[in-house]
């Protein structure tokens, strides 16, 4: 049967996906070492090291996300993230930085590294670098490949590859984004926050309701409408005239869509992927034991060959549509 | 979700009473205080977001609170009243709070689908829904800890059968196995 | 120590013919060192590649050093084919994906790009065993990393550099935002692309410029400038500041920045001479504040 890998933001979440059918739950500390640092989220010490033995327990493993890149002349702090994680009994750390897993190579050389999508691996060339230079055993691969390039990486690798099938949507190079600093100062890589929601305002004007970023307007729907967070790749733009183009406004990156790669957790057998990816560590328990629970039947039918369930999960997503995303090549 | 006025139409009448506002405030306060003694957590998650002061805005409801982390307070206030200061605000139907607080809704789809609606401090919010998950709260059972039995029997019978009836969520919701 | 001009490659997509005027221009410019390639889209490439070796030549001939770029994604069997004959071409190449690493011969020296994540020492530690001489850093870095990681290349003899001048390459996808502009999938483009020679603007709903997007890449729609910061830069042990090609009057560019460097204009005077020179243009200075990157600089 493929892993099933899921979120877990609060050791409430942790036992909500442990008790859905998770055979994997990965989460973060509280503080600036993983890439979702959410205020009132993620793990401390000891919730960390009780959630490893709950999950073990029922015989789940915990991996621990420390994949934002440390800060410069601070590294120490990542340092003790990895050497926390590795003491806590977690299965593995998924670690983006290429300093940072040198080190974890070196000092816990019996800790197994799996490769976060924040490294951007999207060839078999950089995955097999990492696994050369490092011993890399499992890569989270980036979600701009078509299931066909999938393929043919699995065929040029020796190592397992995780894919994200559900939740939010990175349109562009994962851990290679700029976007959330030019409008806040803060970003995925440094601080582990991507549109960050202290910089956030809704606001109601003129029978619209405003989401802002940065004081930047990102969306405007109309009032009672869904209010769609103001990730700025998925906000509304225009784009004015040229000499050659006429003037153009809407999503011009991504629609306010979340990914939802159900239908297409055979190909991905077929393709050689290991391991199936929940993205979601910012949402409720609620949401993860409902998320788990619908992905632990798929995988189930899927390893019977029986046809895929769809659309369980309309309600949970993000502006309420759903994506294949870059799965199909026809999204470039 | 079903959107019954029952659980309203109880509380109503008790917004008219002179005295019931004050009332209210301070049994939710003294609820909040059992909650943050047995929950220590909770105030740990919320971080910065300690000293924020957060605005309850339960439209179907006949009161707005403001609840104050830090100083562990809860005020009722009138609707027909000036909105007191606040730094943060959630609005929104009763069913959408309660669903949200005992596990049935996910906060960001109430929030994306617009059943609660976010003004002021962003982080503050996130960081309040994300305590109070992690909490695993059963208002039906805090509110059963604070009375003295057979009322707390009688408190989760009723619970129970307002729930059934309005189709409130009152209690934690847990996972089907 | 003085800081010295690196001119990074043509993130757009221009004709050879502009190509060709572009790099004969450079040659006679104070430019130390020019890196060529095409660094966006390998789409783009066989309109104008067969313009690189004439180009790469005359810049040697006048004295400047060069390098080859790599793509920034590389994805495709093509492009990895590609990024192997970079590196047989016998002049430096410098990396744009870590995955080019790869196709490095053994002990040869290689330069790194501003989108390859350098955030740490332990990461440029990693990269001078392998054989890196030169960084430019990520543009998003503030100045107290600059001057962590100035310090540690200096230790490990990695010349390092700070993006200087130029729209800021801020994310980059398998996406093409521009195809998608004229509802068209990156497969059937048409080259779109091409008609914006400094990218396609992209604005908020109430009209302020925001963005920029060029192919596959984001950028921001301010010029990113160190004009303020110059000074800082050179304090911190940076060794050149990048400029990043743009349309216009780029030789006005080029000459504005090395009087900078060479303490010729005042301080203050950088700042009011970009201005003169790109009318109408909006200069951000944030990342290396730590602020938010498009801060207007001032």
């Not at chain 1, 405003?210 to 733009?237: M, N, Q, S, V």
């Not at chain 1, 306010?256 to 992927?273: M, Y």
């Not at chain 3, 502009?18 to 221009?25: T, V």
């Not at chain 3, 000074?231 to 780029?250: C, N, T």
Request: aromatic content about 6%; overall charge neutral; proline content about 7%.
């Amino acid at each position: 049967m493929m892993e099933l890998v899921c979120p877990a933001g609060t050791p409430a979440a942790l036992r909500a996906a442990v008790d859905a059918g998770a055979h994997t739950v990965y989460c973060g500390f509280a503080d600036e070492t993983n890439a979702r640092n959410f205020p009132g989220l993620n793990f401390s010490r000891e919730e960390m090291a009780a959630g490893v033995d709950y999950a073990v327990a029922r015989g789940a493993r915990v991996l621990v996300a420390i994949n934002t890149y440390p800060r410069a002349g601070a590294q120490v702090v990542w340092h003790r993230a990895v050497a926390d994680a590795h003491a806590a009994g977690a299965h593995a750390v998924i670690l983006a930085d290429p300093g940072l897993i040198a080190h974890a190579a070196e000092t816990h050389p019996d800790l197994r590294l799996h490769l976060s999508v924040q490294a951007a691996a999207a060839n078999p060339d950089a995955i097999n670098l990492y696994a050369d230079s490092f011993g890399i055993r499992r890569v989270v691969l980036p979600r701009v490949l078509t299931v066909e390039e999938i393929t043919a990486i699995n065929r040029e690798i020796d190592i397992e590859t995780e894919v994200f099938v559900f939740g939010g949507l990175c349109v562009m190079a994962e851990g290679r984004c700029s976007l959330s600093s030019w409008a806040t100062g803060l970003s995925p890589n440094m601080n582990g926050v991507c549109s960050p929601a202290g910089h956030v305002a809704y606001a109601e004007t003129e029978g619209a309701n405003e989401a802002r970023l940065g004081g930047w307007l990102i969306h405007r729907t109309p009032k009672g409408g869904p209010a769609p967070y103001p990730t700025l790749c998925k906000g509304c733009f225009s784009a004015p005239a040229t000499d050659t183009a006429p003037a153009q406004t809407g999503h011009i990156f991504e629609d306010p869509v979340s990914l939802d790669a159900t239908e297409l957790i055979p190909r991905l057998h077929k393709a050689g992927v290991t391991a199936l990816k929940i993205e979601g560590r910012q949402r409720s328990r609620a949401y993860v034991a409902q998320v788990v629970r619908s992905f632990r039947a798929a995988v189930e039918a899927a390893d019977r060959g029986e046809p895929m369930p769809a659309g369980l999960l309309a309600k949970l997503t993000e502006g309420q549509a759903a994506t294949t995303g870059a799965y199909a090549k026809t999204w470039r | 979700m079903t959107q019954t006025p029952a659980l309203p139409r109880l509380l109503g009448p008790l917004a008219l009473l002179p005295l019931a506002t004050p009332a209210l405030g301070l049994a939710l306060t003294r609820l909040l205080r059992r909650i943050a003694r047995q929950k220590p957590a909770i105030l740990a998650r919320l971080g910065d977001a300690r000293s924020a002061r957060f605005l309850i805005d339960v439209t179907d409801g006949p009161v707005i609170l403001l609840i104050e982390p830090e100083p562990r307070r809860i005020t009722a206030s009138r609707r027909d009243r000036p909105e007191p200061v606040h730094d943060a605000a959630i609005r929104g139907r009763m069913a959408a709070f309660l669903a949200m607080l005992h596990g049935r809704e996910d906060g960001d789809a109430l929030f994306f689908s617009g059943e609660l609606a976010i003004t002021g401090d962003t982080g503050a919010v996130l960081a309040l829904r994300n305590a109070l998950d992690d909490a695993e709260l059963d208002l039906t059972e805090e509110l059963a800890a604070l009375s003295r039995p057979p009322l707390d029997r009688w408190l989760r019978h009723a619970s129970a059968l307002v729930a059934r009836r309005s189709g409130f969520v009152l209690s934690r919701e847990e996972p089907q196995p | 120590m003085t800081m010295d001009l690196t001119i990074g490659p043509v993130a757009f997509f221009w004709t050879a013919e502009r190509m060709r005027d572009f790099y004969r221009d450079l040659a006679t410019s104070p430019a130390r060192r020019v890196v060529i390639g095409e660094w966006v889209c390998s789409k783009r490439l066989p309109f104008w590649q067969h313009e690189i070796p004439g180009a790469v030549e005359t810049l040697l001939a006048a004295g400047t050093e060069v390098a080859l770029s790599t793509l920034a994604l590389i994805t495709l069997k093509r492009e990895r084919r590609q990024t192997a004959e970079l590196f047989a071409a016998g002049i430096p190449v410098e990396i744009a994906d870590l995955g080019a690493l790869k196709h490095l011969p053994e002990g040869a020296p290689f330069q790194v790009g501003p989108m390859v994540n350098v955030y740490n020492e332990g990461t440029l530690y990693w990269l001078a065993r392998k054989g890196a001489t030169r960084i430019c850093l990520p543009p998003e870095l503030p100045l107290d990393s600059v001057r962590v990681l100035a310090q540690a290349g200096r230790e490990a003899g990695v010349a390092v550099e700070v993006w200087g001048h130029g729209r800021a390459p801020l994310a980059i996808s398998g996406r093409c935002y521009h195809a998608r502009l004229h509802d068209r999938a990156k497969d059937s483009c048409q080259f779109v692309c091409g008609e914006d020679p400094d990218g396609r603007e992209v604005q908020t709903l109430d009209g302020k410029s925001f963005l920029t997007v060029n192919g596959v890449q984001t950028m921001g729609h301010a010029h990113t400038t160190v004009a303020r910061q110059i000074r800082d830069l050179g304090e911190a042990g940076v060794s050149a500041i990048r400029i990043s090609p743009q349309h216009g009057d780029f030789a006005a560019i080029i000459d504005i920045y090395d009087r900078a460097l060479r303490g010729i204009s005042p301080p203050g005077a950088t700042l009011t001479a970009l201005g003169a020179a790109m009318p109408g243009a909006a200069f951000a200075d944030g990342f290396l504040a730590g602020a938010p990157g498009l801060r207007p600089a001032r």
